[in-house]
């Protein structure tokens, strides 16, 4: 049962969106109610095992976390309560309850009146309780005190999940990939809090920075008696008396500032240019704060927003950002925690992941099947990391399962257009929810396609993929989730599908399970000529081996100039999904050498190598040869410099300070001159290696003409061993029958 008194998940949930100086957060105990039962339980047996639920929760933790309190799986109704104190001060103002999100279903009461209901798991509403308030108190709000209210919350979150957006939480009747999915996270698990707003007040402001000139602004006003429930994307209309409502706009940054009115709706449009624009970049993510007023006094409302001037466009078959070229070195998120779900323990934990990944090397992280927290995604603003947003999926296809996925993209766009750092909008997964058949059902390619079209729609400012890895009918970019074990097999598959060769690679869905997937869905052309994205890749049992693939795939793809980037699957573990970087409570795991951050550094060394396996990329002995490879060079300049070469203790770590073991007596090193354009793979270099007869490490790195280290990698060599699958090593047995064996 939940005992803490403290607050948590403390902070304002909305930085890019400031309204803090009137707020209350409503994190914490709320009284609760579930019940296990349905309408064909027997009343004493439901009511038995219902009594066995803690009657009280922690908020925001969903009720299947210890976090929770409660940690109760297959709930599938839960009722939360509270009783607010509203400050004497928000008296004539606008009050309105905000929810981060709630899965699934939410019907929201304030002091006994049913305010409205929100349908969808990982989109935030809000409801304006102010005509509720004045009506319901425990005592009539006066100028002299503060006031109270109970809020309710009754929740639905179906176990059957299969037909409407649940990305990977598990449902019953499974899915068809219910070996990737995990935990269910039910009720509310996002952050609930108050906000005091003017009257009327700004809503749904959307600021738009592709032009790098200034921004472009569209907001409207509400707030008024009888307002009807809403979400971010369906705000109420307007009447006539906000016409004309003047609106003040500053760029804090710039002191710049301008005076418009709203139109017959209430609507603000605007364009303020910027005189000496900032942009922003992964290397400088400068945010412009627009501070928006309307009104005076007490009843005035503001609300401070951040914004970035960036325009990422596809084009001539690759990324641009800013008008120049971009290359995303991205990892897949889930964002899961072991002890409560979806729900980051704390702010610090949330954006920590942020942190972590730009530690391995990534500039791009693909926030998997999640809307999540946008306090996660104003770091990502702040610091510079490039993201791809998607939401949640269904698992089975449905007219009202489609409905039901697009409803969710007119909400995410509203909430989550500002941020910069959004490149990508991601839709489907792999045919989930399409029951993984494009192109063999037109309806389902059809839906693929609606969505696309409704994303477009709201946001035509980034670009976006329909139906993520497999089968493309409608799409700004081609991506392919492509995992191979066998090394040689992968680079033979990837150069076929750069060079246009083949649009087909195999996928395998089970241990005897393995189909062809195209990555076009139709015959349109136009998809041919797309910026190329592998989305998903890895491989290996144990994380050396994954550490091993994920070194020479990497570099694999950084042979290929069309290439506009990668994402690697994945950052952390997640319960029984084993494949992340970090295990589930963010620790590095075993790379065996492997230093992600060289992997996915600017400048990255491609050896023209097919490594044997894990552990032994060259046999012992290993001759004297010429070792070839290219520079990839993805820098704003031709880099030129030396690349040098030298035999190190087997296993020993490659972040040394080289200097101090080159220029050792002794040490034989060899080295070349080398150069490489931005983008364009460099000709061949050739480093002449001298052999040797037991294991060892052969370390080869990069100095630009500074001296400085840009780029390192290595070769193991040692034992390759034939597999032993029959329970013999060479020389055993000679002349006799291996015992316990019947010889083929």
């Known amino acids: 049962m939940y005992t803490d008194t403290t607050t948590p998940r403390s902070?304002?949930?909305r930085p890019d969106r400031d309204r803090s100086q009137h707020w209350i957060s409503l994190n914490g105990p709320w009284s609760f109610q579930a019940d296990y039962g349905s309408s064909s339980t027997p009343e004493g047996l439901r009511k038995a095992v219902n009594e066995q639920v803690p009657s009280l929760i922690c908020v925001p933790f969903a009720w299947e976390t210890k976090q929770s309190g409660v940690n109760r799986t297959w709930l599938e109704h839960g009722v939360y309560s509270r009783q607010v104190d509203i400050p004497k001060e928000w008296l004539g103002r606008r009050t309105v309850l905000c929810f981060g999100a709630v899965f699934y279903r939410a019907e929201v009461y304030v002091n006994d009146m049913r305010i409205g209901v929100h349908t969808g798991g990982h989109t935030s509403f809000e409801f304006d309780i102010t005509d509720a308030l004045q009506t319901g108190s425990r005592h009539t709000p006066g100028l002299d005190s503060d006031f109270s209210a109970t809020i309710t919350v009754s929740v639905d979150a179906p176990v059957d999940k299969r037909h409407i957006p649940h990305g990977k939480q598990r449902s019953i009747p499974r899915d068809d990939y219910d070996g990737v999915s995990f935990t269910p996270t039910s009720g509310i698990w996002q952050s609930v809090w108050l906000e005091s707003r003017g009257a009327p007040y700004l809503d749904t402001i959307l600021v738009d920075g592709t032009s790098l000139r200034g921004f472009q602004i569209n907001a409207n006003l509400t707030g008024l008696k009888n307002f009807s429930a809403r979400t971010s994307a369906a705000p109420a209309r307007c009447l006539d008396n906000f016409c004309g409502q003047e609106v003040r706009i500053k760029i804090e940054e710039s002191n710049e500032e301008t005076i418009v009115s709203t139109d017959e709706n209430g609507f603000v449009t605007a364009f303020l240019p910027i005189e000496d624009p900032h942009l922003w970049s992964p290397s400088d993510p400068f945010l412009y704060r627009l501070t928006l007023t309307t009104g005076a006094g007490r009843t005035a409302d503001q609300v401070t927003v951040t914004a970035g001037l960036r325009k990422i466009e596809s084009r001539d078959g690759v990324l641009w950002l800013n008008g120049e070229r971009l290359f995303v070195r991205g990892v897949l998120d889930q964002g899961y925690w072991p002890e409560t779900g979806l729900t980051a323990p704390s702010k610090q934990e949330l954006v920590?992941?942020?942190?972590?990944?730009?530690?391995?090397?990534?500039?791009?992280?693909?926030?998997?099947?999640?809307?999540?927290?946008?306090?996660?995604?104003?770091?990502?603003?702040?610091?510079?990391?490039?993201?791809?947003?998607?939401?949640?999926?269904?698992?089975?296809?449905?007219?009202?399962?489609?409905?039901a996925f697009n409803v969710q993209i007119a909400d995410m766009v509203a909430r989550d257009f500002n941020h910069p750092s959004i490149i990508l909008w991601g839709l489907y997964n792999e045919e989930w929810g399409l029951d993984w058949d494009?192109?063999?059902?037109?309806?389902?390619?059809?839906?693929?396609?609606?969505?696309?079209?409704?994303?477009?729609r709201c946001d035509s400012t980034r670009p976006a993929i329909e139906n993520s890895g497999w089968s493309h009918v409608k799409s700004d970019i081609i991506d392919w989730h492509y995992y191979e074990p066998q090394i040689a097999v992968w680079n033979q598959h990837l150069a076929e599908l750069m060079r246009a060769e083949r649009d087909d690679f195999p996928v395998r869905l089970g241990p005897n399970f393995t189909v062809d997937k195209h990555l076009y869905g139709n015959e349109n052309p136009a998809l041919r000529n797309l910026p190329n994205l592998n989305s998903e890749y890895g491989e290996g049992f144990t994380s050396v081996e994954r550490a091993w693939h994920l070194r020479w795939e990497t570099q694999e793809m950084r042979r290929y100039d069309s290439m506009s980037g990668y994402v690697y699957t994945e950052l952390t573990d997640v319960e029984h999904e084993m494949a992340g970087l970090l295990d589930a409570h963010r620790n590095p795991k075993e790379w065996a050498g492997c230093i992600p951050a060289v992997i996915n550094a600017d400048t990255v060394i491609v050896l023209n190598v097919v490594p044997r396996e894990a552990g032994a990329d060259v046999a012992v002995p290993f001759s004297g040869q010429l070792i070839g490879f290219h520079l990839s060079h993805h820098g704003v300049s031709e880099i030129r410099g030396r690349a040098y070469a030298m035999w190190i203790p087997a296993h020993s770590p490659v972040d040394f300070d080289v200097s101090q073991v080159a220029g050792a007596v002794g040490v034989q090193v060899t080295a070349c001159d080398v150069f490489a354009q931005p983008f364009i793979l460099s000709p061949e270099f050739s480093l002449s290696v001298s052999g040797i007869e037991a294991p060892a490490r052969l370390l080869i790195w990069v100095e630009n003409e500074s001296g400085v280290v840009c780029a390192r990698t290595y070769l193991d060599a040692a034992e390759v061993e034939t597999t032993n699958r029959r329970g013999a090593r060479s020389g055993e047995f000679v002349g006799v029958p291996r015992p316990g064996w019947k010889e083929d």
């Open 438 to 456: 494009i192109p063999g059902s037109p309806i389902r390619a059809a839906a693929a396609a609606a969505a696309f079209d409704q994303l477009k």
């Open 352 to 403: 920590q992941d942020l942190h972590l990944a730009r530690k391995l090397g990534y500039t791009m992280v693909r926030k998997h099947l999640k809307l999540e927290d946008p306090l996660w995604l104003h770091e990502a603003d702040r610091i510079g990391m490039l993201v791809w947003a998607e939401p949640p999926c269904t698992s089975r296809y449905s007219p009202e399962g489609a409905e």
């Open 11 to 13: 902070d304002y949930p």
